[in-house]
């Protein structure tokens, strides 16, 4: 309940507000008149957007029982980390398009122009005609190398903006034929789209404001994220110096490939998304099971390697993760693999596939996604690229069964 309450809070928090300045011809400070002019002088103003993960992941395990990720994520996000791949969660973005559709006098109708703006900060002006709007908005995209993969698909329809990212160089099997490789993750994105905003002559849903001596009309435009993080590990149970290193490469399927900023629904073509990993070495490791039954139980950690890496994706296909409240309102037709390269002592190695898709359909606003492989019952290929491996994990604490495919 507590997380639910500081969900709501942020949505409010998310207000967009829009100012009418239409001040008096007089010297003297009234409540300026209904209208003078064929425009309206609107002033945006809007904070910025903040996600806490603890807030967004908000998942209804069992009854009373809230879902803390922090709890069974082992991996961890360290400097080196934040150097190679950013920040573990959201970014607060600070740089945010804006896209305005003057409908006339019909609300809802469909988008015949568009104008478009760039803002830096919290604060944008300008004039409006009189009649109704559909205004548009997302955050402006940064990377640590100055590559974006995000394209935003503005001009096949006015009425509505898709994101996308292209197929990377790296082959993939599971949307093969459609797509023989793996497409690029995307940047973080948040957006918010309001409908039939009413700038009329008689300023109906404006309230005064005789500090500014102004009309002031507030939409509940929420920014929302419609990229979703996903944490994955792979917990390596008595490796012993079996396992060295990972190739850095690893893949999850069945995600979508687009999204739509104005509803913020996945698109329905499935993809296999792209990302990077890493192996930390002798990390302690006490299933979450046991710690939160005995919190002691820690001090005697089994150390266990663990291969660790932070994707963002556009969510399960044709689905709305913010809309969604459990599990259960889900609908996905498409199964999801995580595949990681191991690398071995004997300079062989081996890409392991995990069936994941009950763990995703479970955390369809992301989350943390976890495998476990007991070294003492896979092994070693004597040849490169050799076996791989198919393993179905039940529960991120119960035995793994591996089957040789």
Request: hydrophobic share 35%; net charge negative; proline share 4%.
């Amino acid at each position: 309940m507590k997380n639910r309450l500081l969900c709501r809070a942020f949505a409010v928090l998310a207000l967009f507000a829009l100012y009418i300045s239409l001040f008096a011809l007089v010297s003297c400070r009234r409540e300026p008149p209904l209208h003078l002019y064929e425009e309206a002088e609107v002033k945006a103003d809007f904070p910025m957007v903040e996600v806490d993960l603890d807030v967004y992941w908000d998942y209804e395990l069992n009854f009373g029982v809230e879902y803390n990720w922090k709890e069974e994520w082992y991996y961890g996000w360290d400097d080196e980390d934040r150097r190679i791949f950013g920040e573990l969660g959201y970014a607060e973005p600070t740089t945010f398009s804006v896209r305005r559709y003057y409908t006339g006098d019909t609300p809802y109708a469909p988008h015949t122009s568009v104008l478009a703006s760039t803002i830096s900060g919290k604060r944008f002006r300008d004039r409006y005609k009189w009649g109704f709007w559909d205004i548009l908005i997302w955050n402006e995209i940064y990377t640590l190398d100055g590559v974006q993969s995000l394209i935003f698909d503005e001009t096949t329809t006015l009425d509505s903006v898709v994101a996308y990212t292209n197929q990377s160089m790296h082959s993939s099997r599971y949307q093969a034929p459609a797509y023989t490789r793996s497409f690029y993750e995307p940047e973080p994105l948040f957006s918010g789209y309001e409908q039939g905003i009413d700038i009329n002559h008689n300023l109906e849903g404006f309230i005064y404001d005789p500090v500014e001596n102004v009309y002031v009309k507030k939409l509940n435009m929420i920014l929302e994220p419609i990229t979703y993080i996903y944490l994955t590990q792979v917990i390596i149970h008595h490796n012993y110096g079996r396992v060295t290193s990972t190739d850095g490469i690893s893949n999850l399927s069945g995600m979508a490939r687009t999204t739509t900023l104005n509803s913020g629904l996945a698109g329905s073509d499935a993809i296999t998304v792209y990302y990077s990993s890493r192996l930390k070495k002798d990390m302690p490791y006490v299933p979450y099971s046991i710690t939160s039954v005995n919190p002691e139980a820690g001090n005697g950690a089994e150390r266990v390697d663990v291969i660790g890496g932070r994707l963002m994706t556009f969510g399960i296909c044709s689905q709305n993760g913010n809309r969604i409240t459990r599990q259960a309102e889900v609908a996905d037709q498409h199964r999801h693999y995580m595949d990681v390269v191991m690398q071995f002592n004997n300079g062989m190695d081996s890409t392991f596939v995990f069936d994941v898709t009950e763990q995703v359909r479970r955390r369809y606003r992301g989350g943390v996604i976890t495998v476990e492989l007991d070294m003492d019952t896979i092994p070693i290929p004597s040849r490169k690229g050799g076996s791989g491996f198919d393993a179905i994990v039940a529960e991120p604490d119960s035995v793994t069964h591996i089957i040789d495919i």
